[in-house]
């Protein structure tokens, strides 16, 4: 079955400081990766998605991604992260195979929280 | 605007009290999904919809119901609500069915049942 792994449910980073946030998947076939963020009272939005090609994505508000299929991650990463960044993020993989194509599964979700 | 609308945006009921949220977009999307998002657990699907008319199980479908007959709407359907079904519930569409598509995503619904 597919699946998606976020194993730290917080992570702390100071302003200025580079942030990560990680994610590991178990996909059957090509694996098609998303982020997402979540802000207090909102919906999700879309962050970035890796489909095919350059190993490294690059999405909204300066975050980028770096797929590494070897170590099956997909972790999610800012130069210098803003307090503004903190936020509950997601990590999903969408299925790609034809009888479950509609089918999405999420991490549980990392809070990150960007103290001045 | 391009939005995914949800109503209603709280919603407090008793076990067994029939309710609907709603879900519509205005953007002509083809593909439409709900989730319910618990602490610790993230978000977990519960339907999907490829198309009109044809709408598919996800991860915990049961006690649910959907109807996809219009294009932009996707009501969730809780026949017989339980406690267990507390929860925030979020509404999704993309604009194909293609798994590289992004969605856009309702602001979601706030649900309890006592």
């Known amino acids: 079955a597919q699946s998606v792994a976020q194993p730290e449910d917080q992570v702390n980073v100071a302003e200025g400081n580079p942030l990560t946030v990680k994610c590991t998947y178990s996909?059957?076939?090509?694996?098609?990766l998303f982020w997402y963020v979540q802000y207090p009272n909102r919906g999700l939005q879309f962050l970035l998605k890796y489909i095919t090609g350059d190993n490294l994505v690059k999405g909204s508000y300066g975050f980028e991604a770096e797929f590494n299929k070897s170590q099956t991650s997909f972790h999610l990463k800012k130069p210098s992260a803003l307090v503004s960044d903190s936020a509950l993020y997601f990590c999903?993989?969408?299925?790609?195979?034809?009888?479950?194509?509609?089918?999405?599964?999420f991490g549980r979700g990392t809070q990150l929280t960007v103290w001045p | 605007e391009a939005q995914v609308t949800q109503n209603p945006r709280y919603l407090i009921t008793v076990t067994g009290k029939k309710l609907t949220v709603t879900c519509s977009q205005n953007?002509?999307?083809?593909?439409m999904s709900w989730y319910r998002q618990d602490p610790g657990l993230g978000l977990r699907q519960i339907y999907y919809s490829m198309n009109v008319e044809v709408t598919d199980k996800g991860d915990v479908p049961e006690g649910y119901k959907v109807s996809r007959k219009e294009k932009r709407n996707f009501p969730l359907i809780l026949e017989s609500p339980s406690p267990n079904q507390t929860s925030l519930y979020f509404c999704?569409?993309?604009?194909?069915?293609?798994?590289?598509?992004?969605?856009?995503f309702g602001s979601g619904t706030q649900l309890s049942v006592l």
């Open positions: 953007m002509n999307h083809e593909y």
């Open positions: 999704a569409s993309s604009y194909s069915t293609g798994s590289f598509e992004k969605l856009f």
């Open positions: 996909v059957s076939g090509n694996p098609y």
């Open positions: 999903a993989v969408r299925d790609n195979r034809g009888s479950t194509l509609g089918r999405l599964y």
